[in-house]
């Protein structure tokens, strides 16, 4: 679980409903991030409402500061929730490139080396 987390609204007071969907969604990035990094991962939140003549349109901006890298993601729809998924969606794939650049690949390798040696009829 991700310990530093910041949830701020622009021109919107987000409700308990709103901040544990915007929780639950960051959450699940959590898979996506290097084991070394987890510890020290901060995400900033915010959620923007820009009311105009006829349409509304609904921001949401997740920020993720990363060891050696920051990561950001904005979306703008008609509703917010929505905004929100498409940005775990994108940052998703951030992460993904993140951590394909930051692990060892040596490490996997060993690791799944001894893995075979030791249960050779698993694999």
């Given at each position: 679980?991700?310990?530093?987390?910041?949830?701020?609204?622009?021109?919107?007071?987000?409700?308990?409903?709103?901040?544990?969907?915007?929780?639950?969604?960051?959450?699940?990035?959590?898979?996506?991030?290097?084991?070394?990094?987890?510890?020290?991962?901060?995400?900033?939140?915010?959620?923007?409402?820009?009311?105009?003549?006829?349409?509304?349109?609904?921001?949401?901006?997740?920020?993720?500061?990363?060891?050696?890298?920051?990561?950001?993601?904005?979306e703008s729809t008609?509703?917010?929730?929505?905004?929100?998924?498409?940005?775990?969606?994108?940052?998703?794939?951030?992460?993904?490139?993140?951590?394909d650049t930051h692990?060892?690949?040596?490490?996997?390798?060993?690791?799944?080396?001894?893995?075979?040696?030791?249960?050779?009829?698993?694999?």
């Amino acid at each position: 679980m991700i310990r530093k987390f910041e949830i701020t609204g622009v021109h919107v007071d987000p409700d308990e409903k709103l901040k544990k969907y915007v929780m639950q969604c960051v959450n699940k990035l959590e898979r996506y991030i290097p084991k070394h990094a987890r510890d020290s991962v901060h995400v900033d939140v915010k959620l923007k409402e820009s009311k105009r003549q006829q349409d509304k349109q609904c921001m949401a901006e997740i920020i993720m500061y990363l060891p050696k890298e920051t990561l950001t993601a904005k979306e703008s729809t008609i509703n917010l929730f929505a905004a929100v998924d498409i940005v775990e969606a994108k940052l998703r794939n951030q992460l993904k490139k993140y951590k394909d650049t930051h692990t060892d690949p040596r490490l996997y390798r060993r690791l799944t080396n001894k893995f075979r040696r030791n249960h050779p009829n698993e694999i």
